[in-house]
C-alpha cells in the first residue's frame, strides 16, 4: 500500500511526520464526495484509484463505469462493464442492466432490449428489476422494440423443447400423466437435485389423483428452494383443493409480488393464481404480459377473458374472447364464454366462473366425446393434454355413463399412457364388475399386456390370456347372435367355419365397441349377416334370399348387415 508524509510545522520548530494511507477506500470516498458537487472530473480521477489500488475489485469498475456514464462517454462506460462480465464477476447482473441504460442513451435500443432481457432473465427479482420492467415498456412502446424480445423467446422456447424431453415435461404437455409418473420418480431417483423434475412429477401426481404425495413433493422442493416458483405454483393449487383457507393467503402472497419475464412461467403465475381464486391479481400478470407480448397468444387471450370474468368485468371479457373467436381454431371455445356472458347479463343474479385453461368446461368435453369417437381425424385429439386431463378426471370422478365413455374414448387413444390409466383403474376395488369388465374389453381392443383382476377379489391373470369373447358380457343379444350362428353352422356340417365366423363376428363387436352411436337391433337379422359373409368369404355357395327366407327377413336387411360386417373387416386389415 503506497503511503505518502506531509510535514506540518509545529510551534516549537520541530517537525512532526503524520502517515496518510491512500487506499481504495479513502479514494471512493472522495470520488462519492466530488460526485455529490457535481465535480465529474476529479471524481473520475478519484475512481480511477480505487481500479489501481484494486484492480481485482469488481465494484471499483462498476463505480468509475458509472462516472463515465455520466460524462457521456458510454463507450468507456460500457468496455468497464464487460470486462467485469467476461473477466471478473460474470455474476455481477446489474451490468446488464448499466449496460441496458448505456445503450438506450446512445440511441442503440435493439441492444438495450438485448441487455435488460438478460438482466430480467438472470435476475427476476433483482435491485433493479422494476426499472428494468418499466424501461423494456418504454423500449418496446416508444422505440419500436419487439425483435429482441421475440428472439429471446424463440431460444427459450428452442432450450424448453429440450430441457422438456430430459425433464418429463414432454409427457405431461402431451398428457401422458401415467407415462409421466413412471418417467419422473425414475429420475429423480438418479438426479435428486433435478428441482424441474421434481415440480413436473408434483403436477403427474396432482393430475392422476395423488393429491397428498403431490403436497408431499411440493413442500419437500420448498424446504430445500423457498423460493421455487414451480413449486410455489404447485403448492398454491393444493391448499386450494384441500380447502385449506387460513393458509390460503400465505400461499398465494409470493405468487402476487413477482412477475417472471419468462412467458410460461408468468402464464403459470397468473394461471395458479386464478385457479386459487385471486382472479383481480391473476387479471393484472395477464395484463402486464399483454404489454410485453408483441403478438398475443391465444392462451394468454383466453386467460385474460377469464381473469376479466372471473371480476365481473363483462366488458373487458367480452372484447378479450371477441379477440379470441377470430382464431378459427378456438372459435367455438369463445362463442360458448360469450354464450354465457350473455346469459348472465340478461338475469343479473347468475353467475360466471370460468376456467383458465383454454378448452370447453370439463362437463361440455365429456358430453361431446360421443362425437369425437365419430371423427376419423383423431391424432390432434389424441394429443390434447387438456381434453386427456379431462378424460383422466372422468374416470376418476365420473358417473357411470360417464367413465362407460371415458373407457371407450382411452381405447380410441390406444397409446400406452390410456393403457396404464386403463389398468389402474381396473385395479379399483370401489368400482363394479360391469366397469371393470368395460375397461377390460378396452384393454383386450387395445392389445394391452400385463395382468389385471376380472373381478373386486379374484387374482390377478394376464390381459393377452383372457378369452376374447369377454365381449360378450357386454350384451347378451351378441352371444346370443353368436349361438345360434354356431348352431346352424354345425346343423349344416359347416364346423370347420365356426372359428372363422367367431373370429369376424368378434372383430366387428371389438370395432363397434369404440362407436357408442352402432346398436344391433334384431337378432334374427345379425344371424343371417354373420352367417352370409362366413359362407360368400369362405367360399360356401349360398343364395340371400334362401337366408332371409329362412331366418323370416327382408333380403335387404342381410345386404346392410354384411355391409357393415365387411366394412369392419377392412377397416380392421381382416
Not at 358430453?367 to 390432434?380: I, W
Not at 389385471?452 to 358380457?473: C, H, K, M, T, Y
Request: proline share 3%.
Amino acid at each position: 500500500m503506497d503511503t505518502r508524509h506531509f510535514r506540518k510545522s509545529s510551534s516549537n520548530g520541530s517537525s512532526n511526520v503524520i502517515a496518510m494511507n491512500f487506499d481504495a477506500a479513502y479514494f471512493f470516498e472522495r470520488g462519492v464526495r466530488f460526485l455529490q458537487r457535481n465535480d465529474l472530473n476529479k471524481a473520475l480521477k478519484a475512481f480511477r484509484k480505487t481500479v489501481e489500488y484494486e484492480p481485482n475489485n469488481p465494484i471499483n469498475y462498476c463505480n468509475l463505469a458509472g462516472v463515465y456514464s455520466e460524462m457521456g462517454d458510454f463507450e468507456a462506460s460500457n468496455q468497464l462493464l464487460e470486462h467485469v462480465l467476461c473477466d471478473l464477476d460474470p455474476n455481477m447482473t446489474e451490468c446488464q442492466f448499466y449496460l441496458a441504460n448505456n445503450y438506450a442513451n446512445m440511441g442503440k435500443y435493439d441492444a438495450a432490449e438485448e441487455y435488460v432481457l438478460r438482466y430480467l432473465d438472470a435476475d427476476p427479482n433483482g435491485e433493479y428489476a422494476d426499472d428494468a420492467e418499466e424501461m423494456l415498456g418504454v423500449l418496446l412502446d416508444e422505440f419500436g422494440g419487439g425483435r429482441a424480445l421475440e428472439k429471446w423467446q424463440e431460444e427459450k422456447r428452442k432450450l424448453d423443447a429440450e430441457q422438456a424431453a430430459k425433464d418429463g415435461r414432454y409427457f405431461l404437455e402431451n398428457g401422458q400423466f401415467e407415462a409421466a409418473v413412471e418417467w419422473l420418480e425414475a429420475v429423480i431417483k438418479e438426479e435428486p437435485e433435478n428441482y424441474a423434475a421434481y415440480n413436473n412429477l408434483c403436477l403427474a401426481y396432482y393430475y392422476t389423483g395423488q393429491h397428498d404425495k403431490a403436497l408431499a413433493l411440493a413442500d419437500d422442493v420448498l424446504h430445500r428452494q423457498p423460493d421455487n416458483l414451480h413449486a410455489l405454483c404447485n403448492r398454491a393449487i393444493l391448499v386450494k383443493h384441500f380447502g385449506w383457507k387460513d393458509v390460503l393467503d400465505a400461499a398465494a402472497e409470493p405468487l402476487c409480488k413477482v412477475f417472471p419475464l419468462h412467458y410460461d412461467l408468468a402464464m403459470k403465475v397468473g394461471t395458479t393464481l386464478g385457479i386459487i381464486g385471486y382472479h383481480a391479481d391473476a387479471f393484472e400478470k395477464f395484463r402486464r404480459l399483454m404489454r410485453l407480448t408483441a403478438q398475443a397468444d391465444p392462451v394468454l387471450i383466453h386467460a385474460t377473458a377469464a381473469a376479466a370474468a372471473n371480476c365481473e368485468n363483462w366488458a373487458v371479457a367480452e372484447r378479450y374472447w371477441q379477440m379470441l373467436a377470430r382464431e378459427s381454431e378456438y372459435q367455438a371455445v369463445a362463442e360458448h364464454y360469450l354464450r354465457r356472458l350473455q346469459e348472465v347479463r340478461a338475469n343479473h343474479t347468475a353467475q360466471l366462473r370460468v376456467s383458465y385453461q383454454l378448452d370447453l368446461p370439463v362437463e361440455e368435453q365429456l358430453a361431446v366425446v360421443k362425437d369425437k369417437l365419430k371423427d376419423p381425424k383423431m391424432e390432434a385429439w389424441r394429443r390434447d393434454p387438456l381434453l386427456r386431463a379431462s378424460l383422466y378426471w372422468g374416470l376418476r370422478h365420473g358417473n357411470h355413463e360417464t367413465r362407460r365413455r371415458v373407457i371407450r374414448a382411452l381405447a380410441v387413444v390406444a397409446d400406452d399412457d390410456a393403457e396404464k390409466a386403463l389398468q389402474l383403474f381396473v385395479g379399483r376395488r370401489d368400482i363394479d364388475d360391469t366397469l371393470r369388465l368395460y375397461a377390460i374389453v378396452a384393454l383386450k381392443r387395445i392389445g394391452a399386456r400385463g395382468k389385471v383382476r376380472l373381478s373386486g377379489d379374484a387374482e390377478e391373470v394376464a390381459i393377452e390370456q383372457i378369452n376374447p369373447d369377454v365381449i360378450f358380457e357386454l350384451n347378451p343379444s351378441w352371444r346370443e347372435v353368436w349361438q345360434r350362428a354356431e348352431a346352424w353352422l354345425e346343423k349344416e356340417n359347416l364346423q370347420r367355419l365356426v372359428p372363422e365366423a367367431k373370429r369376424l363376428w368378434l372383430t366387428y363387436l371389438y370395432d363397434m365397441f369404440l362407436h357408442v352411436h352402432r346398436r344391433i337391433g334384431k337378432a334374427d337379422i345379425w344371424v343371417a349377416g354373420l352367417l352370409y359373409i362366413t359362407l360368400r368369404y369362405f367360399g360356401v355357395p349360398i343364395v340371400q334370399r334362401e337366408l332371409a327366407e329362412e331366418f323370416s327377413v327382408a333380403a335387404s336387411s342381410i345386404r346392410k348387415c354384411s355391409a357393415r360386417l365387411e366394412q369392419s373387416l377392412f377397416t380392421s386389415g381382416i
